[in-house]
């Protein structure tokens, strides 16, 4: 991977755990449109408790950790689970070098020890 | 708009998570093509910041708030089978993690937030493409329009499901007024953030705008550095 590539991605690292961090800080804490929605017409009265909704991040929380701290904790935590899920399942599906058939306009790499991982 | 369990009965419930299934199944397919070793920790990353953007509530009125989808803004930047994967990472980790989205509910959510939009609004993406002028710029305006529209019909889908599987008899024009007319202008916020995000990764490296790609005729003449 380039340096200027590199580069690119740890800038934009740096913007996404700023934004988590900071979100729980910035958020409106009204009720986003559907749960608006549903609490004036009714739809609300057959929600149901959430099955996981004792585990420590619930509510974008972090158990035993309170107000803003707390809620940048989770952000931070959720953006790292997010990525690493994320990029490991897209390094997964992603066209290998050595199997590039330059079938989509993209120029097949010539670079040899990059598929080891 | 992650809609929680008890909303949509369980077999409508359970036909929403074939059907999120499948979706994703065909995603996971074409995203082979749009992903290789430059574009897939790009794509991680994308996951990542629809996450964190997910967090900001924004107020759209007394009492009322909306968050971003991101289902146009990652398909734009990392290509539509892509972006569905994006998005659909993110709820899975919000139903899991973070008690947000119903476990039974996340076939419906995956096919609300990251099928429908990415459907409908990369589709309008592709079509205000084709209106605009063939430079690399039209992208965000595209991108504006595609964010825009694609959250009032994710909020229809939801009341479409609702009318088929709803928990509630309840008078459906009503609900379908109530929940396209606060999205409205959830979806000017949509398109704020994904035309603004878009943007700014245009300006820094249009190379890695997957909607951008169109116009590389054009980049390749555009990029003549003028000093070297």
Redesign the interface.
Known sequence: ?STR?GN??LG??V???L??GG??Y?????????N???A????A?????????D?P????EFAGVEGILGGAL??I???????????????L???K?AE?TGR???HP?QRGG?GSE | ???????INAPVSLAAGVVAAAGLAIC?RG???E???????????????????Q??????GV?????LMGGVLAAVLVGPY?GV??VS??L?????????G??SALGVNIILMALVTTLAGYGTVLVVQRLLPNKRASAVPAAFVGALVSVPIA?LA?VAL?AVG???D?PLA??AL??FG??V??GIGEALITALTVGSVLT??PD?VHAA?RYEQELELRTAPAGS
């Open positions: 991977m590539n690119f991605l934009f690292l913007v996404v755990l934004l988590a979100a729980s910035v958020a409106s804490s009204q009720p986003d449109g559907l608006r929605v549903a004036d017409t009714g739809i009265d057959q929600e149901q408790e959430h099955q996981l909704g585990s991040l619930a509510g974008y989770a952000g935590v959720g953006v790292v689970v997010t990525l690493l899920l994320g990029a490991g399942l897209f390094m599906i992603r066209r070098p590039s989509s306009g993209v790499r990059s | 708009m992650h809609v929680p369990d008890g909303f996971l995203a082979r093509r992903l290789d070793e430059k574009t897939a920790p790009l794509a991680g990353l994308v996951a990542a910041f629809v996450f964190a953007v967090m900001i509530n924004f107020p759209v009492g009322t708030s909306g968050h892509t994967l994006c990472v993110v899975i980790v919000q139903a899991l993690f973070f008690a947000d119903g476990l909020a939801f609702y709803g928990t509630a309840l009503e609900v109530a929940m606060v999205h202008v959830i820094v490296r890695l790609r």
